[in-house]
């Protein structure tokens, strides 16, 4: 029996199984606790409806309708579903057999996909470091309380967050598996440099040309932005019967129901993406001048170690290879649109690698995951280009501004300073996250100048976090819910970690010492998470003060599920069907009490209220500051000082 405990600790995979056994045994006893997410009802309803897109008699008979795929809200058209078409079979399996509500299941099934994710980021860091160092991080990263509790209760971003690691972990393999040994050395030809050398003049010419239409755009910008505006607004009050009014209403088939200002912002949107795309051409053809001119030799025989196809591997077999990543790639795309990234990344990685690289298995590669992405998105069906580009500026320009609480003050999503997620990634995770990210870059360059690390798969992860970070902190795009959109940048910060965890093992040679060291790390999220349980991912850790220091600073729950518990005592009154006034969603409270209670919207101007009736209130943003200020306060759900939903009565 000893004999095989040892060899059980002794393999590599033991730590990652203990942690999944352990995290899925508490989320089993727990994620019945959590209340829905406002985002969460409609989504699921999304999930339900979106069996349609696929069922046969609808386009045998010709009554296919697509617009029932997409539930009660068609904007969830926008929104890839490829983890609800996966999660709906496993709810709906589990509720026959527990006959628990499909809300419920849906959070223990977001659960689940978390620890795939950890599972699939234990195998990215062993890429670097030792099983237990690897283990530590995916430890730390686990017991985040931001994260576990978006776990329960995000369905949209954590599973992309899974799919990002998952596709990004198989393309690395894939590239591996796809590269040669190295060419012998070739020697470089005059001609061959001559012809480098014209080629870099053209590079150079062009780059003038982009450099100086960079420089009109910048110093033209507020008068470009203008003239689209106007110019947008001409095309939009144009006559019915003119060619202007004809083209954009064919186009714009809503434009009776949406202003000038939708369409504008679009307009802008594309605008802004296109000087961003201009800049990206001019760097590039500034980077590729500079290095044919100074590194000839160098660039021809990078330009040698391409190929087509590995002679020595079938097409089939290439298919093979890729068929699994590109899938992989394919469905993080069909989750949300930023998943082309880790095509970007991959790509990257097969520039850099070492040996011979063929170009077939990288086409097949991105072939197989846009076919995949097109069945998987039924919203792509009828314009596979158009509405994929639809949904990606639509996402990066979202046009309806949400108002938030950042250090105090009250802001619009579309005005936020740049400080915005560089302060909520330092107060929302646990204190050593950022301290030990730092050490592990350090370290992480030390070892590899001195070829302890390879670089190039390291490279590509750090750039994973850095590209996004910079891209946030210098565009600012609209955010809001804290920075749930940009979840997904935090793996690649704990693969750092793991290899400041691999010093750590390395050179702290007592086992007690070390161990020590490492589960005090891990202490205040653990913590955290039991505190705050079940509102985990409204977490603030103590360079803020705690939770109790955030409040009324920044936000807290923001997706308002201290509901379930707001309303838990109007299941308990005596009262004959007590009025309850809602002031955010009130269809989401009302799902929790039934018919027993009247459920009905507050509205400040309108609503009368009766001595006796209840006002639920949020403290989101303080918007509860200037409700009922004469009003009883009842009851409030909150933790660790930080109050979420306050119960109050007329008088």
Known sequence: MKNTLKTLIKKPTSPLILLIIINLCVGL????????????PLFYKYADAIGYAYSLQPHLDGT??????????????????AYILAGRGIVYFLEGITGLDWGTLWHLVNFICFQVGLIFLYLLCRRWVSSWSAFFATLLFGTQPLLWGHAFINPKDIPFMAFFLAAFYAGLKFVDRIRTPEPPVQTVEAGDEMRWHRLRRRWIHWGIVFSALIVVLMFFNPLIRSAIQSLMEGIYNADAGSFWGKA????????????????????LSIYRWARIGLLAILISLWTVAVTIWAFPASIIRFWRRFTFKDRETSFWNAVKRAAIPGILLGLVTSVRVLGPMVGVLVVLYFLLSKGRRPVREMLIYFVLAGITVYLTWPYLWANPVGNFMNVLLHMSNNPQPVILIFNGETIASPDLPWTYLPTLLGITLTEPVWFLFLGGLALAI???????????????TILWFFILFFYVVLTRPPMYDGFRHFLFILPPAFVVISIFFEGIIQWVKNPVIRWTILSVLVIPGVMGIAALHPYEYAYYNQFVGGSAGAYRLYENDYWLTCYREAMQPFKETTDQKPTVYVDRQPTLA???VGDAVQVLPYKKSETNLKPGDYILLSTRNNRDQTFQQDSEIRWTVGRQGSTYCIVKQAR
């Open 248 to 267: 954009f209403r064919a186009v714009a088939e809503d434009a009776s129901k949406v202003g000038v200002d939708y369409y504008a912002g679009k307009l």
């Open 64 to 81: 296919f309708d697509i617009t029932k795929a997409y539930g009660p809200d068609e904007q969830h058209a926008l929104y890839g579903p």
């Open 446 to 460: 030390v070892w590899m100048v001195r070829k302890r690390l390879e670089w190039r798969d390291l490279l590509v």
């Open 590 to 592: 009302a799902s929790y």
């Open 29 to 40: 006893f727990t994620f019945q606790d959590y209340g829905l997410s406002w985002d969460e």
